[in-house]
């Protein structure tokens, strides 16, 4: 027992909440950001690489980023990517949040199996999805020859059923936190039912309404699997192009264009987050 | 229109029970005067709320009517209904400004916006917060908050206000002087109240009339100074104050007169007819203490003192005489002395009139 305490003593005094100082604690946030972020900045590196293969640094150009955007088979999937993109988003986050709020405000019968049904989609492999979506589509006889906005109809239809379940617990969640005495006073003080919900409820809503609606527009604009079932044979999406390219070889300009989808993504979470946070502080109270 | 004189709320036979179960108000009746400050008082759980909240119309009762301004409300919504009220969490809208907040009920009755701002400014002085219109709620202490919540609700000049708990969130200092101030303002407004609260010294502060509440059940309808002085069961003495029981055995003699034997306290006659288990109960700032036998038309008994607690003002001397629990006096500190001059474990008397003492048969 004194040789035990001894020893202890002669470590190095590290306290009880010092994790951080901690070696193995170093080493797994370490990993974990390596393994997060490795293959993005190398992606990134090599879109300034002046070089057609991705292999070794030849000097700094910008030239691969012009050429992407004089692409313009590659600029009109991204045109078509980001239509689809807020036609999504849109449509799904105001189903989301009519679900959300049907399931938070009413009792009625099979109301659990309602809510579970809605959130199933999200567990499905998306390739069940994607079959199930073309099947649909050729069975009921979507035509596949429409112009232009409309022909983007089947993948926006096929986005929406998979990305509104997300935004739809993300909003539930949010109501969570709603005290129903907000909603009661507002109707003690003469409101309707619905203007209750515009009123009060909505502005509750908000931070997760932000939230479903970058979920969508996320999950619509890099979704690989379910557009690739459901395209016409004239449309092409953002992902699938850039499949096709790197069929060939993996070209800087594809790199290229992959940088400005990350940039894009990240300005509009950014928007996001400021957004939520702003609401967060009016909604504390 | 209702006659004037007719009650402002009339409840007649109401139940409440819950889809799950619990049946959490059985057939109470009540009116609510107009004018008046009337509060419903019981322990937590009793039905309070419940009653309240069918009061405007957020549960429909399971059975019996509810008449307000004559009116049956039986198929009134919440939003048509001649009454507002105060939530226990003051429910204030946190993303509208407080001048937002107090005159929403005026927007949606479509009012122009210049009456809005003055009635708004009017509300806002009327609860002491004139000068914190533009602030957000999150800006606002919790006292601040409820003077909006209140502001809010009498801004479309309702016939009866309702409170749930309205002081519960308080603390204690606060709490006192918005005990005052609600019944100034109801002075002021000239509105019918009823507050709903667990705290019997908040009920009889404030109200004119208290209806006390067991599991569900109205146990006395009273003013104050009637439900400290004559509760009509043992729960409302009990939970009005502090009170003094003695067990005992009733005989009515047949001429007006009832004999109650208790083991401490021997024979005792008092008027009334009754029979079987009764308790005798005082309250303790009537019990008498000394340390000669008192003498005249007393109850009284010997024991010793098992506890003295000083409050400055006065003292609890507790008086171990045998019964299931020592024998609470209070005794003011009138003079400036060291206490009351009483040492545990000396052998006192406790005495009182047999006018101060309750005969509870229920
Ligand atoms: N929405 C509800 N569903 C089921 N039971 C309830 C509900 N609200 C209250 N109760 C029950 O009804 C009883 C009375 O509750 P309440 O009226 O809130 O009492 P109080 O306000 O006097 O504390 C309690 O037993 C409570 O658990
Ligand atoms: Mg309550």
Not at chain 2, 107 to 117: H, L, N, S, T
Not at chain 2, 250 to 271: D, M, Q, S, W
Request: glycine share 8%; hydrophobic share 45%.
């Amino acid at each position: 027992m004194a040789l035990l305490s001894r020893l202890r003593a002669r470590r190095e005094p590290i306290g009880p909440l010092d994790y951080y100082r901690k070696l193995w604690l170093r080493l797994i946030m370490i990993g974990t950001l390596i393994f997060l972020y490795g293959p993005i900045s190398t992606l990134i590196a090599f879109s300034f690489n002046d070089s057609r293969r991705n292999i070794v640094w030849r000097g700094f150009t910008l030239k691969y980023y012009e050429k992407a955007l004089e692409n313009d088979e590659l600029i009109e999937a991204f045109t078509n990517s980001l239509t689809i993109a807020f036609f999504t988003t849109i449509v799904s986050v105001i189903l989301a949040a009519l679900a959300a709020y049907v399931l938070w405000r009413f009792r009625f019968p099979f109301k659990a199996a309602y809510e579970g049904a809605v959130a199933l989609p999200i567990v499905i492999p998306e390739i069940c999805m994607g079959v199930a979506m073309m099947a649909f589509f050729a069975r009921i006889g979507w035509p596949s020859d429409l112009p232009w906005p409309l022909s983007l109809s089947q993948i926006t239809i096929a986005h929406i059923a998979f990305s509104f379940p997300f935004a739809a617990i993300v909003i539930r969640a949010r109501l969570e936190s709603f005290n129903r005495e907000l909603g009661e006073s507002a109707r003690d003080l003469g409101a309707s039912e619905a203007r209750v919900f515009w009123d009060i409820v909505v502005p509750h809503m908000k931070p997760g309404l932000i939230a479903g609606a970058l979920l969508s527009f996320t999950l619509s604009l890099d979704d690989f699997v379910i557009t690739f079932f459901t395209a016409g044979p004239n449309t092409v999406t953002f992902p699938v192009k850039v499949y096709s390219m790197v069929r060939f070889s993996v070209t800087p300009e594809v790199n290229a264009a992959s940088t400005i989808l990350i940039g894009l993504t990240l300005v509009l979470t950014a928007i996001a987050l400021r957004l939520q946070n702003r609401n967060n502080m009016n909604m504390q109270a | 229109m209702a006659d004037m004189q007719d009650p402002i709320i009339r409840i007649e036979n109401i139940c409440k029970t819950y889809p799950g179960g619990v049946q959490a108000v059985n057939n109470v009746s009540l009116n609510v005067n107009r004018g008046e400050f009337f509060a419903l008082l019981g322990p937590s759980g009793c039905g309070k709320t419940t009653l309240l909240r069918m009061m405007a119309g957020f549960e429909i009762p399971t059975s019996g009517t509810l008449l307000i301004d004559g009116q049956n409300m039986a198929d009134v919504q919440p939003n048509k209904r001649p009454v507002n009220m105060v939530f226990q969490s003051y429910a204030v809208f946190p993303h509208m400004s407080v001048a937002q907040n107090v005159g929403y009920g005026l927007k949606i009755e479509g009012r122009p916006k210049k009456e809005i701002a003055e009635r708004v400014q009017e509300a806002l002085d009327l609860v002491k917060l004139g000068h914190l219109g533009g602030r957000m709620p999150d800006e606002l202490s919790g006292g601040q908050r409820q003077r909006v919540a209140l502001a809010r609700a009498l801004i479309k000049r309702p016939s009866v206000l309702l409170l749930d708990e309205p002081l519960s969130a308080l603390d204690a200092k606060l709490r006192e002087a918005m005990q005052i101030e609600l019944v100034r303002l109801q002075k002021t407004v000239g509105i019918t109240f009823v507050i709903v609260t667990h705290d019997q010294d908040e009920a009889l502060s404030m109200a004119n009339r208290i209806a006390v509440m067991e599991q569900g059940v109205v146990k006395q309808i009273a003013g104050p100074a009637e439900l400290y002085e004559s509760p009509n069961c043992r729960f409302v003495a009990d939970f009005i104050g502090k009170i003094n029981l003695f067990d005992g055995q009733a005989k009515a003699n047949g001429n007006g007169k009832t004999l109650v034997e208790t083991p401490v306290l021997g024979k005792v006659e008092f008027g009334g007819d009754a029979n079987g288990p009764v308790s005798l109960g005082v309250r303790p700032e009537k019990v008498r203490v000394s340390r000669e036998k008192p003498s005249g038309n007393l109850l009284a008994a010997q024991g010793p003192v098992t506890d003295i607690a000083y409050y400055g003002g006065y003292s609890k001397v507790f008086v171990d005489i045998g019964a299931k629990e020592p024998v609470l006096a209070d005794i003011t500190n009138a003079e400036r002395s060291m206490g009351p001059g009483f040492e545990n474990g000396e052998k006192l008397w406790v005495s009182w009139r047999a006018e101060d003492t309750l005969v509870l048969t229920s």
